[in-house]
């Protein structure tokens, strides 16, 4: 860790933002919540976030996305993170934070997330508590499931509500080209959509203890972009398309312009399009942006949260 003493003008935090390649989900639970499995995979689109020390608790917000919906009081994840590290360590100051974040805002990407566990450890090396990351990994699951992987980093497997993580064995460089939506989707509407759509088919059935399936971790395993094209899947892409049915046009049309295969990106409504190598994801890149969507090239997995 970085303590306060060797950094004085504060701290800098680079997280990354992630995909799902295998996403599913059990049935609502009398809590409101499903239980999930899900592979995360890291990628190459991150967030930064500086940490100054300060009296009270404050909040800056830029970047190469539209922040405009980005709240910059303590309905921010990352605020929010500063403050529950703050009480847990019974620190009586504040943070001055800054983000500039690169992670399309309400895209299924888990931005908010890369902020909050930046925050975390960059107010861990300002403040010179040095919890270690098991116990950052701890605070990370009460704000998000999303939280404690930003963290790791790299590629893992969340059970539970996505937060009970296991590293997962990848070889190699997987290359995905993002296309990014002018409007984002809500997580907890997508979710609700879920539900709904379920409702109207009562004769299929979902499991209580969902799990990743086999061939995803062994596509991983392997390095194999074609094997994992096969085994892509998110259970809750069905209902980020009924909310945005537009996004089934792009979905096509990036599988006619040499995708291995599309996704949602967890709740979307983010694209992600799995390429066969560097070569293909530009080629795929230069297609849909010619005609009219924005797209971006990243790579993973990259590694989680690190001071930089």
């Known amino acids: 860790m970085v303590s306060l003493a060797a950094r004085p003008e504060g701290v800098r935090v680079r997280a990354p933002g992630k995909l799902n390649v295998s996403f599913e989900v059990g049935p609502l639970q009398p809590d409101g919540y499903h239980a999930v499995a899900s592979a995360y995979q890291a990628v190459s689109l991150f967030e930064d976030v500086w940490a100054e020390p300060a009296r009270d608790f404050s909040l800056s917000v830029g970047g190469s996305v539209d922040v405009t919906g980005v ?3 303590d309905r921010n994840l990352a605020l929010r993170a500063a403050r529950l590290l703050a009480h847990h360590i019974g620190h009586d100051g504040g943070v001055r934070l800054s983000i500039q974040k690169h992670v399309p805002v309400a895209g299924g990407m888990g931005g908010g997330s890369a902020d909050a566990a930046a925050t975390l450890l960059a107010c861990d090396a300002l403040w010179g508590s040095d919890l270690g990351m098991a ?6 699951a009460q704000l998000g499931a999303d939280v404690p992987f930003a963290l790791m980093g ?3 497997i969340g059970l539970g509500r996505g937060d009970r993580l296991s590293p997962a064995l990848a070889t190699g460089r997987f290359d995905w080209v993002m296309v990014v939506s002018e409007v984002g989707l809500s997580t907890p509407a997508v979710y609700h959509e879920l539900d709904r759509l379920r409702e ?4 299929v059935l979902h499991p209580v203890d969902p799990s990743v399936p086999v061939g ?3 596509a991983l395993r392997s390095g194999d ?8 899947s998110n259970d809750l892409q069905a209902a980020s398309i009924s909310l945005q049915p537009a996004l089934r046009e792009v979905l096509a049309l990036g599988e006619d312009s040499g995708a291995l295969a599309g996704i949602v ?10 390429a066969a190598d560097v070569t293909s994801a530009l080629e795929l890149q230069v297609t849909l942006s010619a005609a009219g969507h924005k797209a971006l090239h990243v790579h993973g997995p990259v590694p989680g949260a690190r001071i930089v």
């Open 71 to 73: 709240p910059t009081d």
């Open 135 to 140: 116990r950052l990994q701890d605070l990370a």
């Open 154 to 156: 790299g590629t893992a």
């Open 200 to 203: 109207g088919a009562p004769g």
């Open 216 to 218: 995803v971790l062994q």
């Open 225 to 232: 972009p074609v094997a994992l094209a096969a085994h892509l």
């Open 265 to 274: 990106s967890g709740s979307g409504p983010t694209l992600a399009f799995l």
